[in-house]
């Protein structure tokens, strides 16, 4: 069975694939035939609906599942995606909504469906015989996850107080939804959020939603929506915070706080503060000045991406960072349309210094960066070994400094991205719409590839945000 779970990956088509093509030609007959239909037959099937955007047989086939595990992984199509999930999750045996299957191996199965596009996750997880984990890809976080729950059976089965299998699967069985989930303010997202929470009322906590993924803008467009997520009133955020506790990744548009002092945000800090798992933290629209401390001081040490762009931050909220126990982690730091240059470049430089054994990813895009701030941390950004992507656009920076940077740059094998800003001579007025000279700009591009001729760097890329 686990070589047909790659034939996904195989460009020629092999009998099985002929066979769910086929298959796929007369709905109505394919339905009826999935009773009877053999086990290997089923990814293949699956696979080819999926992208054939058959939702009718998707629905059936999830509903007859003959595994306990069913992953999206690769699969993706460019049209009617939400329409084509919705028909894969409508086939979830809810309570009420399933009738029993005839045959002796036809039941309700499916205890995991997987929606997120994971390029390294097969369609279903080799069987073994053991009992738990069955599935790679199971949530392990949560108490209500499938993984704890099989624990605690397999506890009771050794301590022999059950007597009966019959016995332990009385009650419904328990099933995950795992989803990263992106809350846009589109009418189609704010549809589809409403029908995965109608889908967990009607399980009546037998169904387990995972989100390790969670992007918000705009939160008061969901307030209503997203109760399904913690099962109560959602009001802010921070009561979304509560019981998502176990993401690693988090983002945060355009939710404005109106004092870093009130009960709000003192609330989103505590709930933030719980989410121990927590890799990658991005903030924009935030007024955090002279407040990074305190957001700072509830994060997790193992952060490894903090993105705080039109923040507000200033020269103190800088060295805060440089102190903190996040910047000898951070691999993608970015810091972009803050004025953190304004008065003084030294925290920066400090900072550069903290993160210099780590960082891979920075920006600093609009951030009133001088001739002499872009000077005087150089050194700094030079001892940053494992820097990747460096993007500093729209910053008032002269040719001949461009220039020392670049030479300074071409020793770090591992950069290959680079974002410089279009120098102030090629404006008639510096950073002002309609002033660019393309001529001039056309010109300092050809200079830059010269110089990085001349260094052997071909593989490095310098590019500009021009108009």
Known sequence: MWRFTKMHQKATATLLDLAARSLLSNEPAAIRALEELPRDLFVPLFIAAFLGGHKKILTAMVRVWP?????????????????????VIDGLCLPLMCSVSSSPYRGPKLRILDLRQD????????????????????????????????EARHSVRCLGIVNSESELQSAQEPMELLVDLSLSDTLRAKQFLSFLRSKVEQSFGSLHLCCRDLQIDKMSAHRSILQFLDLGYLSEVTTLLARTIHLDSLSLYNIAFKSCQRKNFRTFLNRLGRLDNLQKLILSFFHLTDQLHKLLRVLPPQLDTLCLPLCGLSDRDVTVLSQSSQATHLRLLNLSDNQIFSEDYEPFQTLLEKVSGTLQHLEMSNCLITDSALSAVLPALSQCSHLRVLSFAFNPITMPVLTSLLQHLASSMELKHVVYPVPVHCYEQWNFRGSLDPRKLAKVQAQVKAMLQAVQRDDMTWTTCAE
């Open 119 to 150: 390029l390294d996750c097969e369609t279903t997880c080799l069987e073994t015989g053991i009992t738990f984990p069955f599935c790679f890809q199971c949530c392990i976080y949560s108490r209500h996850s499938i993984l704890k729950l099989e």
């Open 67 to 87: 595994f306990r595990c069913l992953h999206v992984g690769t699969l993706s199509v460019r049209e009617s995606y939400y329409e084509i999930v919705e028909a």
